[in-house]
């Protein structure tokens, strides 16, 4: 007997040939978590487990027209990942349009693990001003915030850091401290939801290894739960179970960071 097609979630992300990060990553932690990919690549990128060599933008021509031939589908959530172009930034702000009412998770890749840099200050300028107002929910770590919000370098208070980009129409941000332990927290993982609403904080403990690809595991599952209907507060503390399951049982490679094990099995918390 025929089954009907898993909720849908359109991915523009950039590929990552080793499978930790970008497009397989995402389309892995949406299977698992009751969705399907729809997957537009957004880049071109030469990596390894240790470092981004070189973005080669998609050419935004191809994007749209990629978003054409599937635009037929029942989109039921977006996910954004790496926009390494004012042209790519373009052709994602046309296509989210095309969507009303359907929810958007953007994980702002900026820079690589392994500390290359994808993004410049003035893209990141036009994807705050163009971007953030159609986003329901970013999901940037520390460091990402920070690069989001220049104008409160003299503060480290990352509530005021949430509360500007709110300010600008995001409608919530999930911010992750897996890249920066806060003070006292060093054995700890601290996520917490800034939403007009409410605050709401999570602890994980802190697993020892360096990953690839924990930030899009994490967003790409958060779009997968809206997808099939969870409220976003829902939405955002399965994602979280679900990601560290699949960094609790990562890969070790031979070199560089860990890979998460996204497999159906990982998400059975």
């Known amino acids: 007997m025929r089954q009907p097609l898993p909720p849908v979630v359109l991915v523009l992300a950039g590929h990552d040939p080793t499978g930790g990060a970008g497009l397989i990553a995402d389309s892995e932690s949406i299977a698992a978590c009751g969705g399907w990919a729809v997957t537009v690549p957004t880049a071109l990128t030469i990596q390894n487990c240790h470092d981004v060599v070189r973005v080669v933008p998609t050419d935004a021509h191809l994007i749209n027209q990629m978003v054409d031939e599937i635009a037929t589908l029942p989109v039921a959530a977006i996910k954004l990942g790496l926009i390494s172009s004012e042209a790519t930034l373009e052709a994602v702000i046309s296509i989210i349009r095309r969507f009303p009412g359907v929810p958007v998770v953007a994980d702002p890749v900026l ?37 989001l ?121």
């Open 111 to 147: 820079k690589a693990g392994g500390g290359a840099e994808l993004s410049t200050p003035e893209l990141r300028q036009e994807y705050i001003a163009r971007l953030l107002p159609l986003v329901d929910i970013l999901t940037p770590n520390r460091a990402e915030l920070a690069a």
């Open 149 to 269: 919000t220049p104008e409160c370098q003299a503060t480290d208070d990352d509530t005021a850091r949430a509360v500007v980009l709110l300010s600008l129409g995001c409608q919530a941000v999930l911010v992750s401290a897996t890249d920066d332990p806060l003070p006292g927290n060093d054995d700890q993982v601290l996520l917490t939801l800034h939403s007009p609403d409410n605050t709401r904080q999570w602890l994980w403990p802190r697993l020892p290894e360096q990953f690839h690809g924990s930030g899009c595991t994490l967003a790409s599952s958060i779009a997968a739960r809206l997808a099939v209907g969870e409220r976003l507060l829902t939405a955002c503390e399965q994602a979280q179970h679900y990601t560290w399951q699949s960094l609790s049982q990562g890969y070790e490679t031979p070199s560089g960071q860990y890979l998460p094990n996204r497999t159906p099995r990982a998400s059975r918390f």
